[in-house]
């Protein structure tokens, strides 16, 4: 696209401001990253005396000792474990949900979808307490298939609009040739619509997976031992080991947050297209 | 078409279904019928207490008001300022200034890595030895503005809402990708008009993207409304109750086996919740659900 | 766009993938359930969680017991432990497992109530009878604190392995800068405090956050010399009101401490950094107890040579805290096969010879009188020697400040004290609010 615009004083202007927020924007979000990357290869001491130093040499031994100190592969993996399957049971759950409200007609289809998306306008931190009754009632608590349950849960108002209005979209005479095949109802909703509802099962896995992968607050609430609590809550929880090594701990949080800087530097257009299409109403 | 799939509608629901009970359904009848109880685990208590956990919040708990105008101050700065912010920078942006894109995407980096690492980041860059905000002003020989910005009655509320106000990135994003799917001929047209770039922003862009404006404000409220992981990490809610919100509390009251009260706060947020979406939607014009 | 399918259907593929392999490796430990214990064979297994583990001092301790448990009992017994890091997560865990009526076999009470808590619960078992049947063990109990800690109604419920006699310490070289020696009055030891300041030197270490053990170790150590009232007061388990004159006198000097005397960043701060402010040698002195001293000569957080440079000391007014630490408790379980093993558990966990181990081992103060502090504990640990020669000849002994409040009074305590730190509050109104949240709070 070439620039619609003529140019006038004014508008010269304005395109210097343009330039310095932009320059601003960007700043404001690197400067923090780039300063705790820098600070993970100063020692100790260069940290201590002036926290805006270079670092004097380039040493990898913080890394070698976050991961002596917290055990953060194994929060990774947690991590990995509970958003992947979190993810798969999310979208496949609810593109049979979805997939029944957009092409069936049953009774009380309206009702219960407005019973489900009531579930949008709820704070979830306002139900802290009796999911972390129920979940200790169910003798889950602190388990990993509790946060995967929870996340599940937590993530299907936006699965469920995004997914019902993928499967709204897609052409009745497809689903209506599957059956004239003789396909029967499952079939048909497996070999036929799913494959057609692609974009949409992307855009909830990403969402999905990128919300279980960052949640704090159930996570501490329903986790206390190492081998369930997840990534975010490894560097909180390490602090107190970590305040004698702010080498470490500076490399602990580059560990944390680069592998989601990099995932999402990849696939930063599908992750942009599911934001969206988790924010248009359905 | 109509064949007999009742079973297979049935099971196809069911899931979903038993999961909205399990982790919404019954939750919310608890948060609402225990705020009625005093019902806590030491000493071991369920008894039923009318609206006493509601008085007791409303006019005998000092630390509710202050806690309560914490949330209200902050949903309003969220939704306004942050907002602003975020789509400004859509609006600079959508005109492909050259650049646009490697801004649109380091802007949004912050949005995407986890919020208790943002935390974390954030404690450091305002520690008060080493942190980089004061090694800042001491390098420029400003040493008598450091403090120890976190925990100190006059700096921690601004300190720790700039944590979280300065990143925009899913507003700019969601606004940015309306304004881009804009037909090109409404901007055309209104050029022949002889229409400034301010005033096509103004009188044609703006209404394009109102919408999504609102539900960028939605999102924004949503999120200053399950605000935790930040305070948590950073300041505690200190010190005192300056920067504690309502989902803070909530925890601090659940962690004190204090289950009534806490859903007493429980119901607090879901209403809080309620009329501030009820009233964006208004402001808004999105009344008209699909 | 059809390429960035590829790879993002590519990239789940291998998640899902890893996603498998984790679970396939990860989950078996991680989905045994917590109350119990899988038979296997004719072996009882004791999964129990504990935070001793990782950096905690006590952890090699444990470590230890658990290998000689393993072995003495073999094929009868066997321990698995569960890690959770941070002994304030394990005591919220535990709380959680008591709403929900399932416990591990043995837990460790610590400072956090958690015997009452479970007593409460009705989930305990009765020790009494066990302990009684043997002499050793029930010696062990001829003393008033070890009562208060692990008794309640005359029934004996849990057994402690572990003292918390508590001084602090003080850095010999900046004390010789100035030519002081550690205070026998209060007078001369914030005297102590200005002639240091005078030099340049930050005094003490002090915290907020986590409770502010450093700071209301030395608050707590005021009130209990200030005479009757206030040592009643710091041996009144769950004391609902603060408003009493020796805690405002104490809090308001708490306040001029925090002004003056600290660091900057004492405030909001927590136990680590206070703690490394001394390692460092940036303040002169810390209140901390023995399980301190491995510390000073460990080179990963202090200089070389620093042990040297430690002194120790109590408190002036000749006071020094001194309470057991609340012990392990057998939990009531279907299987009573298990809860015999658990008994076994406690029993060889907090025995004279493994509060020996843990002494020489790591310089922890043994719980019982009768253990003797041996030779090799000693060499090992100078200071401790020096320490707890020291503390024989005090006089004034009480629980912590904050180890009698109500449950959840301790981060309020912590919460607010930044406030009071910076002004804001007065002590009067600091001490209501203390006093407003223990009567809310109470426990009857």
Same mark, same amino acid.
């Given at each position: 696209m070439l620039t619609h615009y003529k140019r006038t004083p004014t508008q010269k202007v304005a395109r210097g401001f343009s330039y310095l927020f932009m320059a601003l924007c960007v700043c404001v979000a690197l400067f923090p990253i780039i300063w705790v990357v820098l600070s993970s290869f100063k020692t100790n001491s260069e940290i201590f005396s002036n926290g805006l130093s270079l670092p004097s040499h380039f040493s990898f031994d913080g890394y070698v000792q976050a991961l002596e100190i917290a055990p953060i592969l194994k929060f990774f993996a947690n991590s990995l474990i509970i958003a992947t399957i979190t993810t798969i049971l999310n979208v496949f759950c609810l593109a049979m949900a979805g997939y029944v409200f957009a092409k069936k007609r049953f009774r009380f289809k309206n009702t219960i979808y407005a019973i489900l998306s009531l579930s949008m306008v709820?704070?979830?931190?306002?139900?802290m307490s009796p999911v972390y009754n129920i979940i200790t009632k169910l003798g889950l608590y602190d388990t990993k298939f509790a946060l995967i349950l929870v996340y599940t849960a937590l993530n299907m108002p936006i699965s469920l609009m995004v997914l019902r209005s993928a499967f709204a979209s897609i052409p009745t005479e497809l689903e209506e040739a599957a059956y004239i095949d003789g396909a029967g109802f499952f079939r048909t909703f497996i070999q036929v619509m799913m494959p057609c509802a692609k974009g949409g099962l992307a855009s909830a896995a990403v969402l999905t997976f990128l919300e279980s992968w960052n949640e704090f607050t159930f996570a501490l609430l329903l986790t206390s031992s190492t081998d369930n609590r997840t990534l975010p809550l490894s560097l909180s929880y390490f602090t107190s080991q970590f305040s004698f090594n702010y080498t470490a701990m500076f490399a602990a949080i580059t560990i944390a947050v680069l592998p989601s800087i990099i995932v999402f530097a990849i696939f930063q257009e599908q992750v942009n297209a599911s934001l969206t299409a988790g924010s248009v109403k359905g | 078409m109509k064949q007999k799939n009742g079973g297979w509608i049935a099971l196809f629901l069911a899931p979903a279904c038993i999961l909205f009970i399990l982790i919404f359904a019954i939750p919310l009848v608890m948060v609402f019928v225990t705020s009625l109880f005093d019902y806590r685990l030491l000493p071991r208590t369920f008894t039923f207490v009318g609206f006493s956990n509601f008085i007791q919040l409303f006019t005998e708990d000092n630390r509710f008001w202050p806690i309560f105008g914490n949330t209200v101050k902050w949903l309003f700065i969220h939704c306004i300022f942050h907002v602003t912010l975020g789509t400004l920078l859509a609006f600079i942006l959508y005109k492909k200034p050259r650049g646009w894109k490697f801004v649109r995407v380091t802007y949004m980096i912050p949005n995407i890595i986890s919020q208790s690492a943002i935390a974390m980041i954030f404690l450091n860059l305002y520690n008060?030895?080493?942190g980089a905000v004061n090694s800042f002003l001491k390098l420029i020989g400003l040493e008598s503005l450091q403090h120890n910005w976190l925990f100190e009655t006059a700096t921690a509320f601004p300190s720790v809402t700039l944590t979280w106000f300065l990143f925009a990135g899913y507003t700019t994003t969601l606004v940015l990708a309306q304004l881009l799917s804009t037909d090109e001929s409404l901007i055309e047209a209104a050029e022949i008009d002889g229409a400034t770039s301010f005033q096509i922003d103004r009188l044609v862009m703006f209404p394009v993207v109102k919408k999504m404006i609102g539900t960028t404000v939605i999102m924004a409220a949503t999120y200053m409304l399950q605000l935790f992981s930040m305070l948590y990490i950073t300041t505690g809610g200190g010190p005192g109750t300056d920067t504690t919100n309502l989902p803070l509390y909530l925890y601090t009251t659940v962690k004190a086996n204090n289950y009534g009260y806490a859903n007493t706060i429980g119901v607090v947020i879901i209403l809080l919740g309620f009329v501030t979406m009820t009233l964006i939607r208004k402001i808004f014009g999105m009344n008209k659900e699909d | 766009m059809k390429m960035m399918k590829r790879w993002l259907s590519c990239a789940l593929a291998l998640v899902m993938l890893l996603g498998l392999v984790g679970c396939g490796g990860g989950t078996d430990e991680g989905a045994a359930s917590d109350s119990g214990s899988e038979s296997t064979g004719d072996e009882i297994v004791i999964n129990y969680p504990t935070f001793q583990v990782g950096t905690n001092t006590a952890a090699p301790v444990v470590a230890e017991l658990v290998n000689r448990f393993n072995e003495e009992y073999a094929g009868q017994y066997r321990i698995e432990i569960e890690e959770v890091p941070g002994d304030a997560n394990y005591a919220e865990r535990i709380q959680v497992q008591i709403s929900s009526g399932q416990l591990p076999p043995v837990v460790y009470g610590g400072g956090y109530a958690l015997l009452d808590l479970a007593l409460e619960a009705d989930l305990v078992v009765d020790l009494t009878d066990v302990v009684n049947a043997d002499p050793e063990w029930a010696a062990m109990y001829d003393n008033d604190a070890w009562q208060a800690a692990n008794c309640r109604d005359g029934k004996i419920y849990a057994s402690s392995s572990e003292g918390q006699l508590i001084g602090y310490f003080y850095n010999k070289e900046l004390f010789d800068q100035v030519g002081i020696q550690p205070a026998t009055t209060w007078e001369e030891f914030f005297d102590n405090c200005d002639k240091l300041l005078a030099a340049g030197i930050t005094p003490l270490a002090m915290d907020t956050a986590d409770g502010a053990w450093v700071s209301m170790l030395l608050m707590g150590a005021m009130v209990a010399t200030s005479g009757d009232e206030g040592l009643e007061f710091m041996n009144t388990? &769950?004391?609902?009101? &603060?408003?009493?004159e020796p805690v405002v006198n104490a809090v308001a000097e708490m306040q001029k401490w925090y002004q003056n005397y600290t660091t900057l960043d004492a405030v909001g701060g927590a136990y680590e950094n206070a703690a490394n402010n001394f390692f460092s040698g940036n303040v002169a002195m810390i209140c901390n107890g023995p399980w301190m001293i491995g510390d000073f000569s460990d080179t990963s957080k202090t200089p070389e040579g620093f042990d040297q440079n430690v002194g120790v000391a109590t408190y002036p007014g000749g006071f020094v805290y001194d309470a057991p630490i609340e012990g392990m408790f057998v939990t009531k379980q279907d299987d009573p096969a298990l809860e015999e093993a658990a008994i076994a558990m406690v029993k060889f966990f907090t025995s004279p010879e493994a509060q020996t181990l843990a002494l020489e081992m790591q310089g922890m103060v043994p719980a019982a009188a009768s253990v003797e502090i041996t030779d090799t504990a000693t060499t090992n640990f100078p200071l401790l020697g020096e320490f707890l020669n020291m503390a024989s000849e005090c006089t004034v002994r009480s629980n912590t400040f904050t180890g009698?409040?109500?449950?959840g009074l301790q981060d309020l305590f912590s919460a607010e004290l930044p406030n009071l730190a910076n002004g804001t509050y007065t002590p009067e109104q600091f001490c209501q609010i203390l006093t407003d949240f223990a009567t809310e709070n109470a426990v009857a």
């Open positions: 709820i704070p979830t931190t306002a139900l | 008060a030895q080493y | 388990k &769950y004391p609902t009101d &603060y408003n009493i009698n409040m109500v449950p």
